[in-house]
Structures are given as structure tokens and as C-alpha cells.
């Protein structure tokens, strides 16, 4: 893991150089929740890239996992754009052309969000809480349920080999400013996993 190449600019934290907030990611209300494909791929991406913080080899098969879904999912966007400008659409015209790679890429993304999200959620409101402990308890709520026995292992070897809070935290940034932007950006994913959660489990969004 590149974790050695994490440039914080001066006077900011590690967020700042995401090349898209989930804060960001434009959901409208008035359209049912619609949220922006390109948007939402954009962040997905960047987040990723927290595990070259938490510089672990053992996060590579996590992050590559996470990456391959959205990559299925960029992969359609680009092969039908006009159908694809928000992800629920992108769900909808899929599915219509008998065709679900997209949408099942989508299934798992949403789940390897829900765990980042829950795993630094947990981690950032309770202070003296280690990483390792906080992924765990997010792993057996989000994709322990839906992993088989090959693939749990993986997972349990990356939460073991999280680096402590405070060597984590320190490459993040100034803690006070850290904390402040991740609680925003938190809240904003939360937000999004929840309502592509609700989306994925419709009629509408079965194969």
C-alpha cells in the first residue's frame, strides 16, 4: 500500500485531497432521492483511498473489491450515459435490458460503503475505541452476513491488521479538524448508503 505517497496539504486533512466529497454527491429530493452517477463513482473512488491510510497490505483485497463494483458500474454509465445520470436510473434502464452486472456491482459497493462508513463512524464518536475494534463490530453488521467462508478470513485479517487510532489519526491531519470533517462527511455517506439501501431493496431494483 502506497501510504508513504499521502500528501495532506498544509493547514488541511486528508479528505481535502479526495477528488469528490460524498458531500458533495448531489441527491434530489424532488426526484425521489436521484442521486448523481458520476458524482457518487467519483467519491466512491476517492474514499477508497482511505485504506492507503490505514497502510496495510491486508486492505488490498478490500480496496480492490470496492474498486471492481465501481468499476461495473462506470462501465455502464460510459456504455449508456443518457439513461445512467443518476444511479437509480442507471438501476432502472440496466435492469430493462435484461442485463444486472451493473446493478449487482452497485449491491456490493453499497454494502463495502456501509462498512467504511460505520467502521470510521463508531471509530470517530467513540475516542478511545481502537480501528480494528470499530471495522470489526461494522464487518459483522454489514458484509460478514452476505461472505462466504473463503473471503471471511481476508476480511478478518485486514480488521487485525489496522494500525492504532492514534498513528491512523495522525495521517489524517490536525485531529480537531479531522474529526470535524469526517463527521460531516459521515453524515452525508450515511445519507446516500441509506437511500440506495432502500432503492436496492424495491421491487424495482430485483432481477
Not at 100 to 128: D, I, M, P, Y
Not at 133 to 152: E, N, W
Not at 169 to 188: F, I, R, S, T
Request: proline letters at 4%; charged letters at 25%.
Amino acid at each position: 500500500m502506497a501510504s508513504a505517497a499521502i500528501q495532506v496539504p498544509a493547514g488541511g486533512t486528508y479528505l481535502d485531497t479526495f477528488k469528490k466529497s460524498f458531500t458533495d454527491v448531489p441527491v434530489d429530493a424532488a426526484k425521489g432521492n436521484a442521486i448523481g452517477t458520476e458524482e457518487f463513482l467519483d467519491a466512491a473512488e476517492s474514499l477508497v483511498t482511505i485504506f492507503d491510510a490505514l497502510g496495510s497490505v491486508a486492505f488490498s483485497p478490500v480496496k480492490s473489491d470496492m474498486l471492481g463494483n465501481v468499476k461495473k458500474i462506470r462501465e455502464r454509465f460510459l456504455a449508456a450515459p443518457v439513461d445512467s445520470q443518476t444511479v437509480q436510473d442507471l438501476v432502472r434502464n440496466e435492469l430493462k435490458a435484461k442485463s444486472h452486472k451493473a446493478t449487482e456491482g452497485l449491491v456490493w459497493l453499497v454494502r463495502g460503503l456501509e462498512f467504511t462508513c460505520k467502521g470510521l463512524a463508531a471509530n470517530v464518536s467513540n475516542s478511545s475505541e481502537e480501528l480494528a475494534d470499530s471495522f470489526r463490530s461494522a464487518y459483522a453488521v454489514t458484509l460478514k452476513p452476505h461472505h462466504g467462508f473463503l473471503i471471511k478470513p481476508i476480511f478478518s485479517a485486514a480488521m487485525s491488521a489496522c494500525p492504532y487510532r492514534k498513528d491512523f489519526y495522525a495521517k489524517l491531519g490536525p485531529e480537531d479538524l479531522v474529526n470535524a470533517q469526517l463527521k460531516e462527511y459521515l453524515a452525508a455517506l450515511e445519507k446516500i448508503v441509506d437511500i440506495l439501501k432502500e432503492f436496492l431493496a424495491s421491487k424495482e431494483a430485483k432481477w
